[in-house]
Each structure stands twice: as structure tokens, then as C-alpha cells.
């Protein structure tokens, strides 16, 4: 007995590594499909902005800067990108005026309907931007209201405000009220507080809100779907027109143009605040 014992033990750890070898190569095997379901479409529409014939497809047949010279020399193209970076920066200015005193006024004071203003505020994130821009288009109507860029701005800061909210009051909620107290008993006054001490704290918290809610604006299509005219088309609203009567490779060298813009703020926003610091 003592021999067959001994000699079934090396069997063991045998079948354990062999079964933490499937367990990594099955898991292997999903990373790579699931980067493969999430990353074929963006390499596809990538891929297909180097064709150089008036058709779409992909593999290109290949390679050429010909739609992304077409694109960055179209009046279309070029005037809808201006107003939605102009729209972008205004949104978020905005957002951020009205978001961060709301959010220090969530997180900092008691006051009887705290959680009716909270939901309030983060009641875009709950109703589908379709009922948003329907709302807001039968408001400007019945105030005989045209479209612009001031409409167009005051809508997207009500799709930004909540992600300028959420991110500000957690970050409010990590700093220790003593700090406040002790600056309070040294003499400083309350926006004195708010303007040099809380605010450069949560500067981490201050670009994350503002890369959200310029991408959020930058992005936007169904909202900006309602609100917009023929002068203040969006670069969104522009390649959805676009799409519906013209099928070049020009659309996937702006849509390839939109990736990079959302990769140059992701990074910028990397370099600005950088990992180790969030998880501080």
C-alpha cells in the first residue's frame, strides 16, 4: 500500500499545472478574441480610409492619403469640426461653472432635498438623449427660438453636467473636512478655501471631468440631432448626412480623424494625471 501511495503522489501537481495551463491558455484565447470583436471594427474603418478608388471596403486595395486631403480640405468637413470643437469647449466651460459649486454643495452641507437636487442633476444619465432633444426642440418652438450655437451649447452643457457632478462630489468626498476647518480658523475665507486649497486638491478629478465632458460634447449626435441648423451642423451630424447619400472612403478618414482626436485627449489626460495618483 505504502508503494502504490508513493507512487500515485508526483501524480498530482501533474494535473494541477496541467489544468492551470488550460485555465491560462482558455483565458489567453478570450483576451485575444474579445480585443479581436472590440478592435475589428475601428482596424476595418481604418484600414479603409488608405483606399485610393471611390469605394469603401476593406482590405483596401492600397494605400493613399487621397480622402484624408479630400476631408481636411472640405468646407463641409472643416466647418463642422470648428463647431463642434467651439461647442466642446463651451459645453465644458460651462459644465464645469455650474457642476463643481453643485457637487462641493452635495458633498459639503445638509440641506432638506439633498437627494431630490442630486437626482436632478444626474437625471441625464437616465433619460435617453432622444427625449432630451425632442424636449428641448418643443421648448425653443414654443419660444420661438431658432437654432444656434448658443441652443446648441446650453443643450450639451445639460448632457455634460452630470459627469462634471459625479466625478467633482467623489473627489470632494475624499478630502478631510479638518483641512477646510484649519484653513477656516486661520483667517481664510470661504472662496479663498474653495479657490486654493480644494480645488488644486482634486485637480485629478478637475481633468478627468473635463476630458468627459468635452468628449461627451465633441461626440454627441442624437442630442445635437434636434438642435442643430444648416450654420451650426456638428462634425457628427455631418458624417451621419454624409452617409445617407455618398459612401467613399472620405467618411472613414474623418471617422479615422475622430479616433484620433479621442486618443490625443485620452493620453493628454494620462500625462496630466497619471495612474498611480487616481489610485491615490
Not at 105 to 121: P, Q
Not at 248 to 277: E, K, N, W
Request: charged content about 10%; overall charge positive.
Amino acid at each position: 500500500m505504502t508503494d502504490s501511495a508513493t507512487a500515485s503522489t508526483p501524480t498530482m501537481p501533474r494535473r494541477t499545472t496541467r489544468r492551470f495551463d488550460l485555465a491560462r491558455t482558455a483565458l489567453f484565447a478570450y483576451v485575444v478574441l474579445f480585443l479581436l470583436f472590440i478592435l475589428a471594427p475601428l482596424i476595418v474603418v481604418i484600414g479603409s480610409s488608405f483606399e485610393p478608388r471611390e469605394l469603401l471596403r476593406f482590405p483596401p486595395q492600397g494605400l493613399s492619403l487621397r480622402w484624408y486631403h479630400q476631408a481636411l480640405n472640405s468646407d463641409l468637413f472643416v466647418g463642422a469640426a470648428w463647431n463642434s470643437l467651439i461647442i466642446a469647449v463651451l459645453a465644458t466651460l460651462g459644465a464645469l461653472l455650474l457642476g463643481v459649486p453643485a457637487a462641493y454643495g452635495l458633498a459639503r452641507f445638509d440641506f432638506r432635498g439633498r437627494e431630490a437636487v442630486s437626482g436632478l442633476l444626474n437625471s441625464p444619465l437616465l433619460v435617453p438623449e432622444l427625449v432630451m432633444g425632442l424636449a428641448l426642440l418643443q421648448i425653443l418652438a414654443g419660444l420661438h427660438i431658432a437654432s444656434s450655437l448658443v441652443t446648441l451649447t446650453f443643450g450639451h452643457i445639460l448632457i455634460c453636467l452630470p459627469y462634471v457632478v459625479r466625478t467633482i462630489h467623489s473627489a470632494v468626498l475624499g478630502v478631510d473636512r479638518s483641512i477646510e476647518e484649519a484653513a477656516a480658523n486661520l483667517g481664510a475665507a470661504r472662496w479663498r478655501i474653495y479657490l486654493t486649497i480644494l480645488l488644486p486638491i482634486i485637480r485629478p478629478a478637475l481633468y478627468a471631468a473635463i476630458l468627459f465632458s468635452f468628449l461627451m460634447s465633441f461626440d454627441n449626435a442624437v442630442l445635437s440631432l434636434f438642435l442643430v441648423s444648416a450654420r451650426t451642423s456638428t462634425l457628427p451630424i455631418s458624417v451621419y448626412n454624409y452617409v445617407q447619400y455618398s459612401l467613399d472612403p472620405a467618411i472613414a478618414a474623418v471617422s479615422t480623424l475622430l479616433m484620433a482626436v479621442s486618443v490625443v485627449a485620452l493620453f493628454t489626460a494620462s500625462r496630466l494625471v497619471p495612474l498611480d495618483r487616481i489610485k491615490q
